[in-house]
Each structure stands twice: as C-alpha cells, then as structure tokens.
C-alpha cells in the first residue's frame, strides 16, 4: 500500500499507534485501548480512593465511534492522532 491516505484507515502490518493524552504525545502498541489505560498514560500515580471519580473523553478516533465518553470497562478503536482527554475530581 503507497497511498499514505489509505494506511490512516487500514490497520495492514500497524502495530503502534500515536495518541495524544493531555496533550502529551504518546505511543500505543494496539489498536483498542481501554479506560484504564488511558488513566495509566494521563497520570503517574493514578489517583486513588473512595470519592475518586474519572472521567474520560476521546475524538478522532477509529471504527464507529469517532468521538465521545469513555466508560469503565469500555475500550474504543484508536488510529494516529486519537485525542484523549482525562481528569478527575474528588468527591469525598
């Protein structure tokens, strides 16, 4: 495949990916990546505790969710340029 346009959309031999979380560049080695793994890459520790409450968007992503929030337990389908952003708040 010589078309760069075309390898955006088909996955072929890609085995990493390059999102951004935060706004910091970051590199994924799959092309689903989960909730807690977002929280991984966002924050180093992931905050701890029972009022902890996260919450994670995303856009440009792959397949049939281009954009939207980012469940516990949920993962959505990446490509270069998925754009994560986390946070968290503290309600205890």
């Given at each position: 495949m010589n078309d760069p346009a075309a390898a955006s959309t088909d996955w072929g031999d890609k085995h990493d990916f390059?999102?951004?979380?935060?706004?910091?560049?970051?590199?994924?080695?799959?092309?689903?990546?989960?909730?807690?793994?977002?929280l991984s890459l966002a924050f180093n520790p992931v905050p701890t505790g029972p009022g902890i409450i996260f919450t994670v968007t995303y856009r440009h992503a792959a397949g049939d969710r281009k954009e939207g929030t980012l469940l516990p337990g949920e993962t959505v389908e990446v490509r270069d340029g998925t754009i994560f952003n986390a946070s968290y708040t503290d309600k205890g």
């Amino acid at each position: 495949m010589n078309d760069p346009a075309a390898a955006s959309t088909d996955w072929g031999d890609k085995h990493d990916f390059e999102i951004i979380v935060n706004g910091r560049a970051k590199r994924v080695t799959s092309r689903e990546v989960s909730f807690q793994e977002v929280l991984s890459l966002a924050f180093n520790p992931v905050p701890t505790g029972p009022g902890i409450i996260f919450t994670v968007t995303y856009r440009h992503a792959a397949g049939d969710r281009k954009e939207g929030t980012l469940l516990p337990g949920e993962t959505v389908e990446v490509r270069d340029g998925t754009i994560f952003n986390a946070s968290y708040t503290d309600k205890g």
